[in-house]
């Protein structure tokens, strides 16, 4: 059973950052390309960013882009989130999800193993 804990979530006030962090274990994690996505109280859970299993392609929401980062070190089984000049409307819980495919992809369907999240809360 592949396993994904998020951490390094946590309450900042607007234009702050975090990183956050997703650690996988029981997964050849090289194999596996990684997404983040997000959810917001009553809302669906969007997507954030997603990086190939080797680190050279990622991809990010028009909302967040020009502004976050994603990142992985596969000897460290280990994808980060840095999220910079956060705003309020990125509160939501994070999550990080695994698909084993060499291909990107923003849906949330496709994607095989979940984390249980961290909450982000950004204060104007």
């Known amino acids: 059973q592949v396993q994904l804990v998020e951490s390094g979530g946590g309450l900042v006030q607007a234009g702050g950052s975090l990183r956050l962090s997703c650690a996988a274990s029981?997964?050849?994690?090289?194999?596996?390309?990684m997404g983040w996505f997000r959810q917001a109280p009553g809302k669906e859970r969007d997507f954030v960013s997603a990086?190939?299993?080797?680190?050279?392609?990622?991809y990010f929401s028009d909302s967040v882009k020009g502004r976050f980062t994603i990142s992985r070190d596969n000897a460290k089984n280990t994808v980060y989130l840095q999220m910079n000049s956060l705003k309020p409307e990125d509160t939501a819980v994070y999550y990080c999800?695994?698909?084993?495919?060499?291909?990107?992809?923003?849906?949330?369907?496709?994607?095989?193993?979940w984390g249980q999240g961290t909450q982000v809360t950004v204060s104007s």
């Open positions: 999800a695994a698909k084993n495919a060499a291909y990107l992809t923003t849906q949330r369907k496709e994607y095989d193993y």
């Open positions: 029981r997964v050849t994690f090289s194999t596996y390309a």
């Open positions: 990086i190939s299993r080797s680190g050279g392609r990622t």
